[in-house]
């Protein structure tokens, strides 16, 4: 019934927002919902440029589109290595499960100019910007396709 947005809304200047079914308006009448950048018209004017990004003719199939290749391009070139047994997950949120070491995996992306996380035990997690160019994932992939080799 209600969900949250922040950090990407004003791409990455302090903003959050929340939008819920118009039934549940009466639980937020005037002064019921603290803000601390509340009418912050600089984050604002970038939370409408952002938005009118997302609302271009063609961004989100461009985004859907890039997404599937840097899947389908991790499944391709990493995919068959013996230390990855699963590349997993939704558009640009991405784990590849790996028998590597994490740390050293991670450094070793960052030395080469690639910055990627961990989540649990045996995962190095991609998040790409939805603004990632297929170029840039090409670039992306040349590192990791070194690292996992």
């Known amino acids: 019934d209600i969900f949250t947005l922040a950090k990407g809304l004003a791409n ?50 461009s985004v859907q589109a890039n997404a599937l290749y840097l899947k389908e391009a991790l499944e391709q070139k990493l995919g068959g290595l013996t230390n990855v047994s699963a590349i997993r997950g939704l558009g640009f949120l991405l784990g590849i ?27 190095i997690r991609l998040l790409p910007p939805i603004t990632v160019s297929p170029s840039e994932i090409d670039q992306a992939l040349a590192v990791l396709q070194d690292v996992f080799a």
């Open 97 to 123: 499960q790996t028998s590597k070491n994490l740390d050293e995996t991670v450094q070793a992306a960052r030395d080469r100019g690639l910055i990627i996380l961990t989540a649990g035990q045996d995962v």
């Open 12 to 61: 990455g200047l302090p903003i959050g927002a929340m939008i819920g079914k118009r039934k549940l308006s009466s639980a937020f009448g005037y002064g019921s919902h603290g803000t601390t950048f509340g009418g912050n018209k600089l984050v604002l004017s970038a939370a409408s440029c952002v938005l009118d990004q997302m609302a271009a003719e063609g961004f989100l199939s």
